[in-house]
């Protein structure tokens, strides 16, 4: 059964940093791409970082650019989300996500709140 376990998050001042993990299994993790998304209070979820399957190449949202960093690792089916300079804007759900073709799953989330 596929299971996609984010953990890592909390509560944290404004400029500390977060280092998110998602754990996954149930499928061929070295196959999909690998994201992470947040949804913050009534907004909508947004993407926040990507990385790909073979050549590790990655894309961030411009709102994160500089700050987060996105990696993953093959060996133990794991992508993290490494976040500096946290801001409160940041405060949101985030949520791992796996794609291949039109196959996509999704993790149940960890909380980051960013407040002093």
């Known amino acids: 059964q596929v299971q996609l376990v984010e953990s890592g998050g909390g509560l944290v001042q404004p400029g500390g940093s977060l280092r998110l993990s998602c754990v996954a299994s149930?499928?061929?993790?070295?196959?999909?791409?690998m994201s992470w998304y947040r949804q913050a209070p009534g907004k909508e979820r947004e993407l926040v970082a990507r990385i790909t399957s073979r050549d590790g190449s990655t894309n961030y949202a411009d709102s994160v650019k500089g700050r987060f960093t996105i990696s993953r690792d093959n060996a133990k089916n794991t992508v993290y989300l490494q976040m500096n300079s946290l801001k409160p804007e940041d405060t949101a759900v985030y949520y791992c996500?796996?794609?291949?073709?039109?196959?996509?799953?999704w993790g149940q989330g960890t909380q980051v709140t960013v407040s002093s």
């Open positions: 996500y796996a794609v291949r073709w039109s196959t996509g799953y």
């Open positions: 149930g499928f061929t993790f070295t196959s999909y791409i």
